[in-house]
């Protein structure tokens, strides 16, 4: 049944996130596998997102420091999304009618 109701905080990881398609999944430290959406990452000002260009600040908001810088210096779609792939991040989640989704997704 849907629940507007989010849990409790939770971590895990980025399985993989397109950033042509603005959405992903998240893979739960319960083992679970969760939609995220590019509209419930937390955006921390780090860039414009210019999806056409293949550029996403909040996706990159998801990355290590270190990671980031290497992203600036050196950008390219492709490395932006492996960088991703295996992100820790802490999250939401809510049961809607298409299952779970992620909420307020920020790196850990």
Request: net charge positive.
């Amino acid at each position: 049944m849907p629940s507007n109701t989010l849990t409790e905080l939770q971590t895990g990881r980025i399985k993989w996130y397109r950033i042509d398609k603005n959405f992903g999944f998240l893979l739960a430290d319960s083992g679970d596998e969760i939609f995220v959406h590019h509209s419930d990452l937390i955006y921390t000002g780090l860039g414009n997102c210019e999806h056409q260009r293949g550029f996403c600040g909040r996706a990159l908001a998801l990355l290590p420091d270190e990671q980031q810088a290497e992203l600036r210096e050196r950008f390219t779609t492709r490395r932006l999304q492996q960088l991703l792939e295996g992100a820790r991040v802490k999250f939401r989640v809510v049961q809607t009618v298409k299952g779970f989704e992620a909420r307020s997704v920020r790196r850990a």
